[in-house]
C-alpha cells in the first residue's frame, strides 16, 4: 500500500490517497485545538492514543452490525480506511448533561438525561458548526431523508454499544461526536474517530475527567487521562 499526496489536512488528521481508488490512509496529529481552534496545543501521544482508541471502537462496532470506514491500523498513527465522503453533520448523542448542553439549557453538569439526546451541528468551521435540526438538514440538501433515518439509528446503536462497552470498563460515556461518510456508491458508513477528543468519558466511580475537557479546561494530567483510557479500552 503506497502513501500518495495529502487530501486533506483538519486539526487533528491528514488524509492522504492511496495507490487504491477506494482507499485513504489517515493519519492522527497530537496537535490539539479547542473553542473553534481559538486554542492551541499539543498533547503528547494522542495521535498514537487516538488511532488505538478508534479502531479497537470501530471494530467492535463493525462486528455489532455497523458499517464502518475501518480497515486496517498501517502503524501507530496510520490507519487504512474506506475513501468516502463526509456528510457535512456532526452528530451528538448525550447521555449526561456537560458541555455546551449545560450552558445552553442551564442544567447543571452531570445531570443525567432520562433519554439519549441527538444532536446535529453544521460541520463549518467558519461559522462555529451552528447546530441544526433535521429540516435545516433536509434544506441544505446536507442529506437526504433516508441517509438521516440510517444516521440517526446507527447512532443510537452506537451509543447503546459505547455505553456498555465503557460501563464494563468503568467508564461513563457522557456524550459524543460521530460523522458519516458515503462510499462510492452511496452507502453511509461511520467515519471519522471516536476518542477522548470526541467523546467525554468519566470515571465511573470517581467522575474524574478522562477526555479533552482537561485541555480545554485548563485540568492538567491531560497525557495521563488519554492513556488510562487507551489502558482500558484496550484491556490491559
Ligand atoms: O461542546 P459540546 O458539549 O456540544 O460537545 C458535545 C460532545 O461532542 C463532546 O463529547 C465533544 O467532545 C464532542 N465534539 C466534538 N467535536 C466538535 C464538537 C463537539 O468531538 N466539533
Same mark, same amino acid.
Given at each position: $500500500?503506497?502513501?500518495?499526496?495529502?487530501?486533506?489536512?483538519?486539526?487533528?488528521?491528514?488524509?492522504?490517497?492511496?495507490?487504491?481508488?477506494?482507499?485513504? =490512509?489517515?493519519?492522527?496529529?497530537?496537535?490539539?485545538?479547542?473553542?473553534?481552534?481559538?486554542?492551541?496545543?499539543?498533547?503528547?501521544?494522542?495521535?498514537?492514543?487516538?488511532?488505538?482508541?478508534?479502531?479497537?471502537? &470501530?471494530? $467492535?462496532?463493525?462486528?455489532?452490525?455497523?458499517?464502518?470506514?475501518?480497515?486496517?491500523?498501517?502503524?501507530?498513527?496510520?490507519?487504512?480506511?474506506?475513501?468516502?465522503?463526509?456528510?457535512?453533520?456532526?452528530? =451528538?448523542? +448525550?447521555?449526561?448533561?456537560?458541555?455546551?448542553?449545560? /450552558? %445552553?439549557?442551564?442544567? @447543571?453538569?452531570?445531570?443525567?438525561?432520562? %433519554? !439519549?439526546? #441527538?444532536?446535529? @451541528?453544521?460541520?463549518?468551521?467558519?461559522?462555529?458548526? !451552528? &447546530?441544526?435540526?433535521?429540516?435545516?438538514?433536509?434544506? &441544505?440538501?446536507?442529506?437526504?431523508? *433516508?441517509?438521516?433515518?440510517?444516521?440517526? %439509528?446507527?447512532?443510537?446503536?452506537?451509543?447503546?454499544?459505547?455505553? @456498555?462497552?465503557?460501563? *464494563? %470498563?468503568?467508564?461513563?460515556?457522557?456524550?459524543?461526536?460521530?460523522?458519516?461518510?458515503? #462510499?462510492?456508491?452511496?452507502?453511509?458508513?461511520?467515519?471519522?474517530?471516536?476518542?477522548?477528543? /470526541?467523546?467525554?468519558?468519566?470515571?465511573?466511580?470517581?467522575?474524574?475527567?478522562?477526555?479533552?475537557?482537561?485541555? +480545554?479546561? *485548563?485540568?492538567?494530567?491531560?497525557? *495521563?487521562?488519554?492513556?488510562?483510557?487507551?489502558?482500558?479500552? &484496550?484491556?490491559?
Amino acid at each position: $500500500m503506497k502513501k500518495l499526496e495529502q487530501v486533506y489536512e483538519g486539526k487533528a488528521k491528514k488524509v492522504f490517497k492511496t495507490d487504491h481508488p477506494d482507499q485513504y =490512509i489517515v493519519e492522527y496529529k497530537d496537535d490539539a485545538t479547542a473553542f473553534n481552534g481559538q486554542k492551541k496545543g499539543t498533547i503528547l501521544g494522542k495521535g498514537v492514543i487516538n488511532n488505538k482508541v478508534t479502531n479497537h471502537l &470501530m471494530q $467492535m462496532l463493525e462486528e455489532k452490525g455497523i458499517p464502518t470506514h475501518f480497515i486496517q491500523e498501517l502503524s501507530d498513527r496510520e490507519t487504512l480506511v474506506r475513501k468516502v465522503s463526509i456528510v457535512p453533520i456532526e452528530v =451528538i448523542v +448525550r447521555n449526561i448533561v456537560a458541555g455546551s448542553l449545560a /450552558t %445552553r439549557l442551564g442544567i @447543571s453538569e452531570g445531570t443525567p438525561l432520562k %433519554r !439519549p439526546v #441527538l444532536e446535529y @451541528s453544521y460541520k463549518n468551521d467558519e461559522l462555529g458548526d !451552528p &447546530m441544526i435540526n433535521t429540516y435545516h438538514a433536509l434544506a &441544505m440538501e446536507l442529506a437526504s431523508e *433516508d441517509e438521516l433515518v440510517t444516521i440517526n %439509528r446507527y447512532a443510537l446503536k452506537v451509543n447503546q454499544l459505547l455505553l @456498555s462497552y465503557f460501563a *464494563d %470498563r468503568g467508564i461513563e460515556l457522557v456524550d459524543f461526536k460521530l460523522e458519516f461518510g458515503r #462510499l462510492s456508491d452511496g452507502t453511509v458508513v461511520l467515519a471519522d474517530e471516536i476518542s477522548p477528543d /470526541t467523546c467525554r468519558l468519566w470515571d465511573a466511580k470517581t467522575h474524574e475527567k478522562l477526555d479533552k475537557d482537561r485541555f +480545554r479546561r *485548563d485540568l492538567g494530567n491531560v497525557e *495521563d487521562a488519554y492513556q488510562e483510557i487507551l489502558r482500558r479500552v &484496550m484491556g490491559d
